[in-house]
């Protein structure tokens, strides 16, 4: 279907045609999310059509966010992006399962430090009290969305790293450490490039930004219990502030 003949002197533009048909095949689920597409030469030789004809379907499709064109490593099938609401209550399970996917995790590493600069201000621990860190990486769908850095207070959460190995649910986690609930406090948002690792754990290009959320996390009393920094993948995710 791609590469059939283009009609011609019919009045269509062929980056028109040329757009009209891989949206055709993106809609009908030929092309699935996520997926590479030939690149513009491949294309322009197999519909005898120059390069930059090839360009301006692209940058049609990319413009109706269909496609995305990623410098240095060519064009893809847009994915289905995942909105992620932050608000009061943020579960990444329940966000997830709200938008008929299957949410996972996986604990990337798991360390106790001493708390020092941003985190023990944010926890109210002084410099050099234990925290606990670990960074877990989210999916839905298989598809890694976000990678989170979280630090409990190890005095209070000694079993955590244990209770974390065992099952990635940070929720669960609190709840056997007798946190069965706790509210987001606050939440900062900026964005910035990836590191060679992140863009690797999370799938994506280092030419791609990612979401940095900073978050607060407290207990019923309103002690802080979690502070994380997390870094969602742009491209498949959209974060949304709740009551704003």
Not at 103 to 129: F, M, N, Y
Not at 139 to 155: D, E, K, S, T
Not at 212 to 233: K, Q, S
Request: aromatic share 4%; charged share 25%.
């Amino acid at each position: 279907m791609l590469t059939a003949p283009l009609p011609r002197g019919d009045g269509v533009a062929l980056w028109r045609q040329i757009a009209s048909r891989l949206e055709e095949a993106i809609t009908s689920g030929q092309l699935v999310s996520g997926a590479r597409l030939p690149t513009e030469t491949e294309l322009a030789e197999a519909l005898s059509v120059n390069r930059h004809t090839i360009r301006r379907a692209m940058e049609e499709l990319a413009s109706r966010g269909l496609v995305r064109v990623e410098q240095g490593r060519g064009s893809f099938v847009a994915e289905e992006v995942v909105e992620y609401p932050l608000g009061s209550r943020t579960r990444f399970s329940e966000i997830i399962r709200s938008q008929s996917r299957e949410p996972s995790g996986r604990i990337i590493r798991i360390a106790e430090i001493q708390a020092e600069g941003r985190v023990a201000e944010l926890l109210k621990l002084r410099r050099g009290r234990g925290v606990v860190v670990a960074e877990r990486l989210g999916f839905a769908n298989g598809r890694a969305i976000l990678l989170g850095m979280h630090h409990f207070p190890a005095h209070r959460f000694s079993r955590i790293a244990a209770l974390l190995a065992d099952n990635p649910s940070i929720s669960a986690a609190l709840a056997a450490s007798g946190v069965p609930d706790y509210r987001r406090q606050i939440t900062r948002i900026t964005a910035r490039m990836p590191s060679p690792e992140e863009a690797e754990l999370l799938g994506q290009a280092r030419t791609r930004p990612l979401l940095l959320a900073e978050a607060v996390n407290t207990d019923p009393e309103g002690v802080p219990v979690d502070v994380t920094f997390t870094r969602y993948a742009a491209g498949r995710t959209q974060l949304v502030v709740e009551g704003a």
